[in-house]
């Protein structure tokens, strides 16, 4: 019902979009066979994100948020709609994008530094160059000295770190992250999301993060989208206006939390 | 290393003690001893078999059969793996033959591969091959069906050709399986080919355990025996080391 339909979408046939819009999802459906059933998982999903926007997507477990963001991967297509990344339709993955899993998903018989340098295979990189960029990225992400550890060595916030690292190897436009920080300790979080905006400030990009975690949604973004299950749509967008670096403690940042979480907890009956 | 010493140490044990119970019950003949030879009978025909040189042209007799056993059915075993745990279609057609062909003891094969190949070289080489085939041939179809999805989607997502999928994520993910399967394989070919030349055979250790057999020199069954089990203990402790290396990020911290 609330979703907005941005004004400056150039609505035409040839399926361009208008510069400023780094990413759009224009009436996207998916469903899956469940036992020969079909399950719509999103319903008549549509969402612009201006280019540089940070936006956060929260909803309960299994209303189709990672769906959201494999799609917008091209990891996965839709059965109705379409999605357009900088201008042009999604047909499958591209370097344009890079998407953190919320396990890391390291190849765990790589390093770390091999497994960001995998990140510029595709690109025809040679191989000493990509470890010299992989190493660039390690240290970006705060891992100087586990450049030859393996997955198995790394604690689970220095695996994220990595996964993050490779993400980012290839400077893509848009970066996707699913429930990045969710597997990881309150602490190690907390460090991660500091970390996270430190990046972001760094090297400004479009991010789509989902999350279930009310607090890292103020925290990141400059709006939340509430997503409804059974079918998966979108409740309600919030836009945040609290200015950056963000204070957790500050009166604005903990009306804004429980604002979203009576949204959330709405959602739910 | 002291640990390891004292973990051999009581692994030798059972070894020594029972070898010692049956030196005594031999020279106090308390069995037949021309049936239960003492060891230090045993180990005298070793000794003196291999300064005559025969044990060693035996071993090398046995170990070239199973080396070009092993390649033939070995490779035909890995590439059918391959191909069947990449292709839905080609394990479609294959793969129910392969499973029900694999519940069939290779020895059971013997008397129809004999009366096929006859007494040459070529059926103890066949009787191999089909022993190696199996082993690795299963692993490596398991290896590549069963690389975890989430890793290929890694490769899809950093735009990974198909190629690169197979060569950088499917090959290494599937390695400690193959190389568990070639050890099988190796293993299997050891032990068909001393039964193939006990079956048919005028060299080989399978072949002088027939020929002591024969002559009643049952000291020379006995050392057979032991050549086998000793051989194909270095065989499997080799490949064993290679298998590790190969599989050692699967062994998480
Ligand atoms: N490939 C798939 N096949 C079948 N069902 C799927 C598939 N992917 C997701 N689903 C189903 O879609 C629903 C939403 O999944 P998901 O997008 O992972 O939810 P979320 O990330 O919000 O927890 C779940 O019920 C899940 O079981
Ligand atoms: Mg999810």
Redesign the interface.
Known sequence: MNVRIDDRLLKNDSEVRRVGVAISVDHVSRAFDINGRPLAVLHDISLDITAGEFVVIVGASGCGKSTLLRLI?G?DMPNAGAVFVGGSKVV????DRG?V?Q?H?L????TAEENVA??L??RGVPKAERLDVARRYLALVGLTGFETA?P??LSGGMAQRAAIGRALANDPDVLLLDEPLGALDALTRLKLQNEIVRLSAKNPKTIVLVTHDIEEAVFFADRIVVMDAKPGRIRRIIPVDLPRPRDRSSPGFVALRSAVLDEFIDETH | MARALSIVGIGALLPVVGLSFWEIAARAQWTQSQILVPPSAVFATIVEFWQSGELLSDIVASTCRVLIGFLLGGSLGFVFGITAGLDRRVEAIFAPTFHVLRQIPVIAWLPLLVLLAGFGEGFKILTISIAAFFPIGLNTLDGVKNVSS??I??G??????RR?IIA??IW??A?PAIMNGARLSLSRSWMLVVAAELVASTTGIGHRMDWGRQLFQIDVVFMGVLVTGCMGLLIDVAVRGLARRASR?????
């Open positions: 991967a990891l499958g993955p591209g370097l998407i899993f396990d998903r190849l765990p018989w790589l995998a990140a295979i595709a393996y198995s060595q | 989430k890793y989607e890694v899809r997502a950093l735009c990974f050709s690169q950088r994520i290494p993910a390695l990020w699967t062994e998480q911290a």
